[in-house]
């Protein structure tokens, strides 16, 4: 027995030096925050509108929350806290105005994208640590399995936390979630001692290079393409990139792309005079390669479309299903749960370094693949529960559970395999806005695009969800 508890406290101990990082703790804080505010209040923020004496017409209210979305892709920090003291302060004494909720939907939006980022923020933070702590050879695993271990403890935080205040009024949840998003922050600054800096090491490169290449290419439209590489401009050759008369991604349609990269006039480039009419061979590639992606991103507008519609309704129908919420919250984790569960089997079961390179391009497709197939699924599912709903027949917030869960699946399948997908095809300089310019188009392109849907369908909505047929616009 004393040798078991030694064991035990020797391997207790082990995990704690080989997790703690005092930097990623204050981080890990807000992230619990930010959690929190997330699962409380903006999974249902559509219940504020058509509940609690609002009376708001459902198409109203989801046109409130389509402007949560669509600023969401935007990263301020402490705007989010306005919002929150915004919607208290109306909970408390104001009386229901439509520009009060215009501009507390834009600062909770516009809040909403530091969430991500601060994920970004403690895997930079745990990498300084590994690097000042550890050898190369450790970084990577280290990295991950700590990422892992402080994400997880903040949202096991806020989960409880979440289910603890969830029986209480939405005014009660407001004060609550806007005091410990307040602390949390408080907490996030008193870290900055021991956060680890580093110097800015980037090339000047964003996802809008493209537009000075589209703009050239356009100028010189009228130029023969060339019939030798010498006549692009590549002040910086690379010797693995070949020698080609049709530069890379060797996309048809793009081809006429190339023209912005001839050189019209050796004589002016060769005093390191700018033009507007002059690119490089780098920055024609990596526009060629952003532009390639659009056929992918359009696919997913309908993942964005879905995902909005089943985040904003499948929490109206939480609410006529359980008044109190209680049990509702139950179900609403199942969507996180699910998510995170295929994460983790993607990534321990086909990582990139165990699996070969083909075979890996493959699994990514047809992750992206089956996440379309479970989106189709999920609105068949929940237009047969908007039915029995409908009808009286289904009384139980257990019903949600299955969509709640495809839900999940579906974007651990496609949403999170995009963004693996994308990691891989964009170049190096472009890699670090993978998820904003994913973002803006699943969650802000797709809200938007899931308003005009309404409306093209606006005879199926009345002012309340039970006199919607809900069930018809899910089937459509």
Known sequence: MVKLSKNLYKSSTGWLRFNLCKAAMFVSVLVFGYNMVHSSILNILITYFTNDGKEYHLMKAAEFVTIFYGVS??????????????????SIKW??????????M?????GEGVRAHLKEFLVDQLRRHEVLAYSETKINRAIKVRKSVWLTVAWLCSAAATFFISTYSLKIIFISSTTVLVVTFMVFLCGIPFYHSKEFTGSGSS???????????????HLHYPSSPDQFYNPNPNPDHGRQTHLS??????RWLDKAAIIESSDVYSQGQENARLCTVTQVKEA??????????????????????GTIFSSEQGVQFDSKGYWFYLVLFLQSISQATVCYVF?????????????????????IWIGMVLCTLFCAVAWRVEVGRFQKKLRSVYWLAPQYSLLGLMIGFSVNGLEEFMIDELPISLKNYTKAMNKFVIDGMGSILSILFMHANRTLFTFTLDDSRLDKYYFR
């Open 347 to 367: 990534d321990k079961f086909f990582p990139p370094e165990r699996v070969q390179e083909t075979q890996y391009k493959k699994t990514k497709i047809w992750r």
């Open 95 to 104: 009386e229901s105005r439509d520009f009060v909720y215009i501009i507390s």
């Open 288 to 309: 060629k390669i952003l532009l390639k992606m659009i056929p992918m991103w359009s696919t997913f507008l309908v993942v964005g479309l879905v995902s909005f519609n």
């Open 207 to 221: 996802i809008f290079n493209f537009i000075p290449v589209v703009k050239a290419a356009l100028l010189k439209r």
């Open 106 to 110: 834009d600062l909770l939006g516009l």
């Open 73 to 90: 892709g935007v990263t301020w920090d402490s705007l989010q806290q306005m919002g929150l003291v915004l919607f208290t302060l109306n």
């Open 249 to 254: 991604p060797q996309v048809k349609i793009l």
